[in-house]
T-cell receptor, first 114, second 113 residues
Framework: DVKVTQSSRYLVKRTGEKVFLECVQD?????MFWYRQDPGLGLRLIYF???????EKGDIPEGYSVSREKKERFSLILESASTNQTSMYLC?????????????FGSGTRLTVV | AQSVTQLDSHVSVSEGTPVLLRCNYS??????LFWYVQHPNKGLQLLLK??????LVKGINGFEAEFKKSETSFHLTKPSAHMSDAAEYFC???????????FGAGTTVTVRA
């Protein structure tokens, strides 16, 4: 079965901390994505990567960066966490450049910044 | 540019009755359309997708959706709700040949016994 695994289910961090959210997929997918999910706003794209060491900004990249050193792993980095980054973070991957095939999502990381 | 409007933030139905979740979209090109479901504390699961083949799309768990270009709609239906259908549902659009998905705000479904 296809899997996207996010390393932490729940995280609590302090304001100003550097935070790493990890995502691993075992499907040999080229594309990987980070979204944040907030009530009433649906999912919003933060960053995506279409190949190792390649990245592109999504709709809300401010305050975030990403790293993709290996094909299977895509990390989201909060350089200096702030309370407005408290949210559910979802990682996803897809095989094709187009979205036709659909995405596979991880179970999410609920981050609380205090 | 592409966008999605889910017309109901909450839908409450009785078990065994039909479910209708409404979705309107806008897209500059031929769209791909999806419905995803998210059960509590779980990731998103693909229910069904439309990609310019048949306009009536059947998905998992008895759900189906109809693509109506003239109405720019992609409503999700199920003839008989089950308690396990209680979840949040997202309508999603993408322009074909594009990586990017645009999500609606979500519809929370409650099923009453």
């Amino acid at each position: 079965d296809v899997k996207v695994t996010q390393s932490s289910r729940y995280l609590v961090k302090r304001t100003g901390e550097k935070v790493f959210l990890e995502c691993v997929q075992d499907m040999d997918h080229e594309n990987m994505f980070w979204y944040r999910q907030d009530p009433g706003l649906g999912l919003r794209l933060i960053y995506f990567s279409y190949d190792v060491k390649m990245k592109e900004k999504g709709d809300i990249p401010e305050g975030y960066s990403v790293s993709r050193e290996k094909k299977e792993r895509f990390s989201l980095i909060l350089e200096s966490a702030s309370t407005n980054q408290t949210s559910m973070y979802l990682c996803a991957s897809s095989l094709f450049w187009e979205s036709v095939g659909g995405y596979t999502f991880g179970s999410g990381t609920r981050l609380t910044v205090v | 540019a592409q966008s999605v409007t889910q017309l109901d933030s909450h839908v409450s139905v009785s078990e065994g009755t039909p479910v209708l979740l409404r979705c309107n979209y806008s897209s500059s090109y031929s769209p791909s359309l999806f419905w995803y479901v998210q059960h509590p504390n779980k990731g998103l699961q693909l229910l069904l997708k439309y990609t310019s083949a048949a306009t009536l799309v059947k998905g998992i768990n008895g759900f189906e959706a109809e693509f109506k270009k003239s109405e720019t709609s992609f409503h999700l239906t199920k003839p008989s709700a089950h308690m396990s259908d209680a979840a949040e549902y997202f309508c999603v659009v993408s322009d074909q040949n594009d990586y990017k998905l645009s999500f609606g705000a979500g519809t929370t479904v409650t099923v009453r016994a």
